[in-house]
């Protein structure tokens, strides 16, 4: 069996520093890289965001979006339907299959 490639999105250590503020890395995505297959460039999309308000940190990235919290180490809440048995994602009816595709992820670290 082949290692599956992956992209990992990552916050903490010197990014989080600079702000003064000392932070443990902390893993927010590690997603395969090679699903869905590239079509076009940029492949990850251009959605990619870091901004402090106060002590706390707000972002956003690009990752692939297949339902498997392994995936996201820090938790993952979808505002579409899934199924997280079967780690799939659902149509508006709760029971279609929907493709695996590229998302924008938001995610907020408290100070």
Do not use: C
């Amino acid at each position: 069996m082949r290692p599956v490639n992956r992209r990992s999105a990552l916050i903490g250590g010197a990014t989080l520093a600079l702000a003064g503020r000392a932070f443990a890395q902390q893993g927010l995505s590690q997603a395969p890289a090679n699903r869905p297959p590239k079509d076009f460039d940029p492949y990850l999309g251009d959605y990619e965001h870091l901004q402090a308000v106060g002590k706390d940190f707000y972002g956003v990235f690009s990752a692939n979006n297949t339902p498997k919290k392994a995936n996201f180490p820090s938790g993952i809440v979808y505002q579409r339907n899934v199924n997280w048995d079967t780690n799939t994602l659902l149509d508006v009816d709760n029971v279609t299959p929907v493709a695996i595709s590229i998302d924008p992820f938001f995610f907020k670290v408290a100070g």
